[in-house]
């Protein structure tokens, strides 16, 4: 600790058994209107404080609970059904087969002709 530190706090000390004896001798009449003005001026901080914040309302958790239900529901709702299975797969099947294209072109006379001749 250098000499200043030791001055530093010796000073320190000495001005707060100043100060705490300067409050203890102070007429009651004084020591109650610092009270009251203190108080005063605490309450006022806190209004100046809230003043610029927004209120919240009262019911904004119930609406957002609302909201999100709402939401939840209709996206719930609105999804599309399954696809079966083998949905896509005859596409699929056309892009990996080996044949020859022609005979996808006469497709539908190939199931008119098995339906009219079912043994072949």
Do not use: C
């Amino acid at each position: 600790m250098t000499d200043q530190d030791r001055d530093d706090a010796d000073f320190s000390r000495r001005m707060k058994v100043l100060l705490d004896h300067g409050v203890e001798t102070l007429p009651e009449e004084i020591t109650r209107q610092l009270y009251h003005r203190r108080q005063q001026a605490l309450n006022t901080a806190v209004r100046t404080a809230n003043a610029g914040r927004p209120r919240a309302l009262p019911w904004g958790g119930v609406a957002a609970a609302a909201l999100a239900l709402v939401i939840g529901v209709s996206w719930w709702v609105m999804q599309p059904a399954p696809l079966p299975r083998d949905a896509g797969l005859d596409a699929f099947d056309l892009l990996v087969a080996q044949e020859e294209l022609e005979f996808y072109e006469d497709l539908e006379f190939y199931q008119w002709l098995a339906d009219v001749n079912p043994s072949g």
